[in-house]
């Protein structure tokens, strides 16, 4: 099956991709096109609150669907900028649009984001 992975991100092996925002220092994060896909029907998801700081690979989100319940991890440290409280209502964005409006949250760093795979890396790990 063919997995939307846009270039204009970097994607984490366990299915997160990071994408620079306007203002410096702040990446938005969600899941892939191939992460939804795994998951099936997307029911549920618990975000973080803002102002909430995590390590690289802290679980900071959980993703219920009609098949799993599924933990979601950071690619970089940081502390959560903005939460995406629409998926609070319809976590079905997931599904629907899992690199736009499907996003998680934002999260400030100073980390770079050269130890993440690049599109193809990531094309040729899934």
């Not at 620079?20 to 992460?35: N, P, S, W």
């Not at 390590?55 to 959560?80: C, H, M, N, W």
Request: net charge negative; no cysteine.
């Amino acid at each position: 099956m063919d997995y939307e992975i846009p270039t204009d991100r970097r994607y984490a092996e366990s299915h997160e991709w990071v994408l620079a925002t306007d203002e410096e220092g702040v990446l938005r994060v969600g899941i892939t096109d191939f992460a939804q896909d795994e998951l099936g029907d997307i029911v549920f998801a618990e975000l973080p609150r803002e102002d909430e700081t995590f390590d690289r690979g802290d679980q900071f989100a959980v993703v219920e669907s009609i098949k799993a319940v599924s933990d979601i991890y950071l690619p970089v440290s940081g502390t959560i900028e903005a939460v995406n409280d629409a998926i609070t209502d319809r976590p079905e964005l997931i599904n629907e649009d899992p690199h736009g409006e499907g996003w998680l949250v934002e999260i400030r760093t100073d980390e770079d984001v050269d130890h993440l795979l690049t599109a193809d890396e990531y094309e040729d790990q899934i």
